[in-house]
């Protein structure tokens, strides 16, 4: 049986073949039968936008691959930085390439003076840290004028190293700003998640950093560093399509993961978590939201529909944390929740399953930071993530300037009224 599929338009008997490839074929079928047939898919729920070789998601296996490599070898064997040069070169460095890399990335945390001095002070005292965080990203390409020499490798390489190697400081600003606290400036003897958590909660010169919450940290940021076509890096690719430069495709991409709906869950978990307080309010709970009331935050995903491998390796990884820290009591809750929805045939229906969200922040917490920074602890690591597609599409022949078009639902022609002569 050859891999085709054939199109027939019922109205004029015309029809095309066309191959199917990894499981897509070209809409542009439609185009061969009559030039003015669009397909109809609001939000993209069964398109394909591109050819991408940077992540691999199976939904109904679980299975989440970074350049072949399955996440729970790197999340185990890997560091971040490491994960990070695999991403964006599509290969394990060698350890002359890695040497090379984290040196570059560490001697590139310091942000411009006049951002840490000028620009962060000018925020109301409680802004939202990822309201900053996007602000941040887009004003930090205002200080170099190479940013928008996107198609010259070497002045894109660098962009995207200072962009790797600032999010950090640019995160721990924010953070320090809220706090009223004094910035930490970057400690080049650090590792990259060990200067992030330094930057993040230095007070005085009695700061010790655990070796067990620093790996749990850059084991957070190998989970959240790419997940192929999800809301965010499809923002970045739109907003990249037009050559825009890294720095404020970024400032796009993280404003999308911002939304409750994405990003914005881990803290949207931790509220929920917190206003449900006790095991016992558990099952009332569930029957609100069965009921309607409000979403399960951190359940549910548009590809997972059996369980997210990440949230497998976040859960286990919030133990190791805990023995550290000392246990979250919202653990209790959210082990109580998740055992109830599961057993439960309205969230099973529905496939609704833990994803990465639902035990995120509660590492989070258990780190020390405060639940309206948690998504910015997400756009750290996936800021990686989104370069890599960026760097991709623009290299991509087949990708144009996005411009979809619209199945148009509004009043036919009518004529201009004047105002006196309106009802
Ligand atoms: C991330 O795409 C990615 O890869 C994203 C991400 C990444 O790494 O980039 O994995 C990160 O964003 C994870 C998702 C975090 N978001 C949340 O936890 C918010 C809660 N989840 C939902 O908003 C929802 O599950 C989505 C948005 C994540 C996915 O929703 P879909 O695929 O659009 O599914 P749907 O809304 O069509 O839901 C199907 C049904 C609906 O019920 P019915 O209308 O059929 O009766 O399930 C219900 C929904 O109402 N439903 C939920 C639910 N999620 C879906 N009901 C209660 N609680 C939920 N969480």
């Given at each position: ?29 439609l185009?061969?039968l009559?030039p003015?047939l ?7 729920q069964s ?16 299975v ?38 984290t ?25 939202h ?5 996007v ?9 170099y004028?190479?940013a ?15 962009l ?16 009223g ?18 930057m ?23 989970l ?5 076509q ?7 690719r ?48 569930i ?11 951190g ?11 990440r ?8 133990y ?27 969230f ?17 917490q258990?780190?020390?930071f405060?639940?309206?920074?948690f998504?910015v ?20 022949r087949e ?21 006196a002569?309106?009802?």
């Amino acid at each position: 049986m050859a891999d085709t599929i054939t199109i027939i338009d019922d109205r004029t008997g015309k029809k095309v073949t066309v191959p199917i490839t990894g499981g897509t074929f070209p809409s542009s079928a439609l185009r061969e039968l009559d030039p003015s047939l669009f397909m109809y898919d609001p939000a993209y729920q069964s398109t394909a936008s591109c050819a991408s070789a940077i992540t691999y998601l199976d939904g109904d296996a679980g299975v989440l691959r970074y350049r072949g490599y399955p996440i729970e070898q790197l999340a185990e064997k890997s560091t971040f930085l490491e994960v990070a040069y695999l991403l964006l070169k599509g290969e394990l460095p060698t350890a002359e390439q890695y040497a090379q890399w984290t040196w570059d990335v560490t001697h590139h945390t310091y942000v411009h003076e006049n951002m840490r001095k000028r620009f962060v002070d000018g925020f109301h005292y409680d802004a939202h840290p990822m309201g900053m965080f996007v602000s941040a990203t887009a004003a930090l390409g205002t200080f170099y004028d190479d940013a928008k020499d996107i198609f010259d490798k070497s002045s894109f390489d660098k962009q995207v190293m200072r962009l790797v190697a600032k999010v950090p400081t640019i995160a721990a600003m924010c953070q320090r700003f809220s706090q009223g606290l004094p910035f930490v400036l970057p400690n080049n003897s650090l590792s990259y998640s060990e200067n992030f958590l330094n930057m993040m909660f230095r007070v005085g010169d009695d700061y010790k950093i655990d070796p067990v919450l620093s790996r749990a940290m850059d084991v957070l940021f190998i989970l959240h560093a790419d997940h192929e076509q999800n809301c965010g890096t499809t923002t970045m690719r739109v907003v990249s399509s037009a050559q825009t430069d890294p720095y404020t495709a970024t400032a796009a991409a993280a404003a999308a993961l911002y939304g409750p709906l994405h990003g914005g869950a881990n803290e949207a978990v931790v509220r929920m978590l917190t206003e449900i307080g006790s095991i016992d309010n558990v099952p009332g709970f569930i029957e609100e939201i069965k009921n309607g009331s409000d979403l399960l935050w951190g359940f549910g995903h548009r590809v997972y529909k059996n369980f997210d491998p990440r949230a497998t390796i976040i859960k286990k990884t919030a133990y190791e944390v805990f023995d550290v820290t000392g246990r979250n009591p919202l653990l209790d809750v959210a082990l109580k929740l998740e055992e109830v929805a599961l057993n439960d045939d309205y969230f099973r229906s529905r496939r609704l399953y833990p994803n990465v969200d639902f035990y995120s922040g509660l590492i989070y917490q258990a780190l020390g930071f405060s639940v309206d920074v948690f998504t910015v602890l997400f756009a750290i690591p996936r800021t990686v993530g989104w370069l890599a597609h960026m760097q991709e599409l623009l290299g991509d022949r087949e990708q144009k300037l996005s411009r979809p078009r619209q199945l148009y639902v509004g009043v036919e022609e009518r004529n201009f009224v004047p105002i006196a002569d309106r009802k």
